[in-house]
């Protein structure tokens, strides 16, 4: 507005005021005709671009603008119009909403690496580590079997029950030359002599339990040997939905308390056959290293199944702590201490060690430990053998993102994950088009019959940390890996940009 339209608009404007201070009753609505014809054109123009379906606000603003009855004047006040609930309501009605923050939109798409036909029926989530919001997502609620991903909950599992410096005890009771050897679920316990290690370095032995148990009984013969691995019922040592060629082939021994290199043929190996009865080979091996340190009678001494009764304790040895045994396990998934890790957090916290124990047992302490929603999870071992298992995607996902920022003791198990082209079970994958990803993908592997999955972290390449869980389920074959790296990768390359289209 120019100087020349003040001027000609300051006149009525004067004689408007002065009708106003002269006629209280009728200023409250007069003040509105006024402003309407004063301002009616641009106001009304105005209010149509910025809110077209917010009411009036105009006589409350004319209202307010009456001069104060404590304001100095020389004439006498005039009470100020006060206005109406109505119009108090309208006015609150009129504020403008706060406006939301933009949310960028995302457009790095990997739908045709996810359709990609070698990964059979796919499940899938990523989520964006640092805000939690989840950018990819195909069926990641839909619980599903995990291969060995299992073995990250099985791992987050025991460092919330057990905890890392929890180690594995095996130890020998009795009196007057009759003893049992008692198993506390330490499968790394090994038979071989001394100054050789098995796959499980820095293991206890039984050369050294024996050398005790001299030291005990000193020249006293030997009468029985006893065999006690009742620290769980062992009528589901071997899943019905475990193939038993896992066993012959030697990823999978049963699963007993008490049991000597694993139950393998080979120490030294760690895929080596297992027998159907790891107890009898752990005594019979007990039986050798008591003959060979020297205690009476040894050799001969008949070996019993049964529950210790005495409580006098002739020697004892203990594993590793469960932080460097998750070192063993994960680099090389190791099935075995998968297995004892689950039967001894179910014993541990107070369940009866068995595998039907594991579901409940997982729920709580992954709840409790860790915030996590683990209402839909169904956990039937803790090797991730069993298609009988179902984990969503999501679920698995959001655990990785509390590994990644190493919760609790979780900074255990994101130190012990293979790292793509680098270690583990990783070391020979994304190659080709997807080395590109080499080193920046920290992630457990799985693979059974029916599934090929990949579950970890990702740091992408534009600095986003990323958590994810891909599965390739049904008549999948080797060619998933390759399809889960692609995938992965592609996935790195999106970084926060990934859209779920």
Same mark, same amino acid.
């Given at each position: 507005m120019t100087s020349d339209d003040e001027a000609t608009s300051a006149g009525p404007l004067s004689r408007a005021t002065a009708f106003i201070r002269s006629h209280p009753r009728g200023s409250a609505i007069t003040g509105g005709a006024l402003a309407l014809v004063l301002f009616g054109g641009s106001a009304l123009a105005a209010g149509a671009a910025t809110a077209p379906t917010a009411p009036s606000t105009q006589a409350g603003a004319v209202a307010d603008s009456t001069p104060s009855p404590s304001a100095p004047s020389s004439k006498k006040a005039t009470p100020k119009a006060t206005s109406t609930p109505k119009a108090t309501a309208s006015a609150e009605r009129a504020k403008p909403s706060p406006v939301a923050s933009?949310?960028? +939109?995302? *457009? #790095?798409?990997?739908?045709?690496?996810?359709?990609d036909g070698r990964l059979g029926t796919f499940e899938g989530t990523v989520v964006n580590a640092a805000t939690g919001a989840t950018l990819f997502d195909r069926n990641g609620q839909t619980p599903a079997r995990t291969g060995s991903v299992m073995k990250t909950l099985t791992t987050a599992t025991a460092l919330s029950v057990l905890g890392p410096d929890y180690r594995f005890t095996t130890k020998v009771v009795g009196k007057d030359g009759d003893i049992t050897l008692v198993g506390g679920g330490d499968a790394t316990l090994s038979a071989t002599p001394a100054g050789s290690e098995s796959v499980y370095s820095g293991a206890p032995k039984l050369s050294d339990l024996a050398t005790q148990v001299k030291s005990r009984l000193g020249t006293k013969a030997l009468k029985s040997i006893q065999l006690d691995d009742s620290f769980w019922n062992d009528a589901d040592r071997y899943d019905a939905s475990w193939p038993l060629t896992e066993r012959t082939i030697g990823y999978q021994p049963e699963v007993v308390a008490l049991m000597v290199d694993g139950d393998r043929a080979n120490p030294a190996l760690a895929t080596s056959p297992r027998s159907t009865d790891p107890v009898g080979r752990a005594g019979e091996a007990f039986r050798a290293a008591l003959a060979a340190a020297g205690v009476k009678g040894a050799s001969t001494a008949p070996l019993t199944r049964g529950v210790a009764t005495s409580k006098t304790v002739l020697g004892q040895v203990q594993s590793q702590p469960v932080s460097t045994l998750v070192g063993q396990m994960i680099p090389n998934s190791d099935n075995t201490l998968a297995e004892m890790f689950a039967r001894v957090s179910s014993k541990v916290s107070g369940s009866d060690g068995s595998a039907a124990s594991l579901t409940s047992v997982y729920q709580a302490a992954l709840k409790k430990?860790?915030?996590?929603?683990?209402? !839909? @999870? !169904?956990?039937?071992? $803790?090797?991730? =053998?069993?298609?009988?298992?179902?984990?969503?995607?999501?679920? =698995?996902a959001n655990l990785m993102i509390k590994v990644l920022n190493r919760e609790g003791s979780l900074g255990v198990l994101y130190d012990a994950l293979p790292v793509s082209g680098q270690s583990g079970t990783l070391a020979t994958r994304f190659t080709g088009a997807n080395a590109v990803?080499?080193?920046?993908?920290?992630?457990?592997?799985?693979? @059974?019959?029916?599934?090929?999955? +990949?579950?970890?972290? @990702?740091?992408? !390449?534009? $600095?986003? !940390?990323?958590?994810?869980?891909?599965?390739?389920? $049904?008549?999948?074959?080797?060619?998933?890996?390759?399809?889960?790296?692609? +995938?992965? *990768?592609?996935?790195?390359? #999106?970084?926060a940009n990934l859209t779920n289209s």
């Open positions: 933009p949310v960028p +939109l995302r *457009t #790095c798409s990997v739908a045709s690496a996810a359709a430990a860790y915030s996590l929603d683990s209402s !839909k @999870i !169904k956990i039937v071992d $803790g090797s991730g =053998e069993s298609a009988n298992n179902g984990v969503p995607t999501a679920f =698995e990803a080499r080193g920046a993908v920290h992630a457990k592997t799985g693979w @059974i019959d029916s599934a090929y999955t +990949l579950a970890g972290t @990702i740091d992408a !390449k534009d $600095g986003t !940390k990323l958590a994810f869980a891909f599965y390739a389920i $049904g008549n999948v074959t080797g060619t998933a890996r390759e399809a889960l790296d692609t +995938l992965t *990768t592609a996935a790195y390359s #999106c970084g």
